[in-house]
C-alpha cells in the first residue's frame, strides 16, 4: 500500500504532466484541431489575422477563393480560444472566434476542421455534412 507521501509525489507528477500537455503541443494528449478561412468573396483581397493568448499566426493576405489554415492542440484545461479579424481592401471588417473550447465547437467541427468562408454579408460556418453554410457575424 502507497504511503500519504508516495501518493502526495504522484499527483504531483501528474499535475505537472498535466500543465506541460496544455503548454506545450507535444505533450498534448488532444488531437490536432485544424481551422479553414476560405476567402469566399467575389473579387477582393481577405486580410486574416488570427491568434489565441499564447500564438498569433501574424498577417495573411488570402486570394479569392484560397484559404488560409492552421492547426493547433487544445490546451489540456478547456481554455483554447482562437480569435480571428477579416478585412478588405474597401473597409469591410469582422471578428470572430474562430474556435473556442466549448460544448458547442464538437458541433461545428468535421474530424477535428473548422471550416469559415467569408462572403460578401459576412462570416459563415460551413457544415461539411450537410454542405450548408450557417450566417454568423456580420461586417461592421
Known sequence: ?????TRS???LVLLVIAALAGTSSAWSIWPYKHIHVINGL??????????????DRGYNDV???AEFTWR???????TTKWTCEVSTDDQRRAIFDA????????????KNNTFWVVKEDGVYLRHIEDNKDQYSTKWQ
Open 1 to 5: 500500500m502507497a504511503t500519504p507521501i
Open 9 to 11: 509525489s504522484l499527483l
Open 42 to 55: 467575389t473579387k477582393s483581397v481577405l486580410h486574416v489575422h488570427c491568434r489565441s493568448e499564447n500564438d
Open 63 to 65: 486570394v479569392v477563393g
Open 72 to 78: 493547433f492542440k487544445p490546451h489540456v484545461f478547456w
Open 99 to 110: 474556435y473556442k473550447e466549448d460544448a458547442d465547437e464538437q458541433s461545428r467541427e468535421h
